[in-house]
């Protein structure tokens, strides 16, 4: 099993920053990418962003440009720096870590944080 913690939600005002935070723990060998999900209200969930472990990355066209992801491996973090935030990136953030030989898109295949919300007022 692998353990999830977010941290760095919040409430900011469209044009701010944010940067959240994310520490694996338990049987990270089991993993080879970590990315952020997020899920706005009567949306379905969509991936923001991911990380290899060997630091190849993933955006969603909604927001290249504007997030970075990053991870520190000697802290088994991974980090979502978002700037230039518009109110409709207002959403729960998941963290999520991805088995080695699964697929994003394979929730079985998927360990979960349990959120932190990102709120963006116009």
């Known amino acids: 099993q692998v353990q999830l913690v977010e941290s760095g939600g919040g409430l900011v005002q469209a044009g701010g920053s944010l940067r959240l935070s994310c520490v694996a723990s338990g049987s990270i060998f089991s993993i080879n990418a970590m990315g952020w999900y997020r899920q706005a209200p009567g949306k379905q969930r969509e991936l923001v962003a991911d990380i290899t472990n060997g630091g190849s990355t993933n955006y969603a066209d909604s927001v290249k440009g504007r997030f970075t992801i990053s991870r520190d491996n000697a802290k088994n973090t991974v980090y979502l720096q978002m700037n230039s935030l518009k109110p409709e990136d207002t959403a729960v953030y998941y963290c999520?870590?991805?088995?080695?030989?699964?697929?994003?898109?394979?929730?079985?295949?998927?360990?979960w944080g349990q959120g932190t919300q990102v709120i963006v007022s116009a």
């Open positions: 999520a870590a991805k088995r080695i030989g699964g697929a994003w898109y394979q929730v079985p295949d998927l360990y």
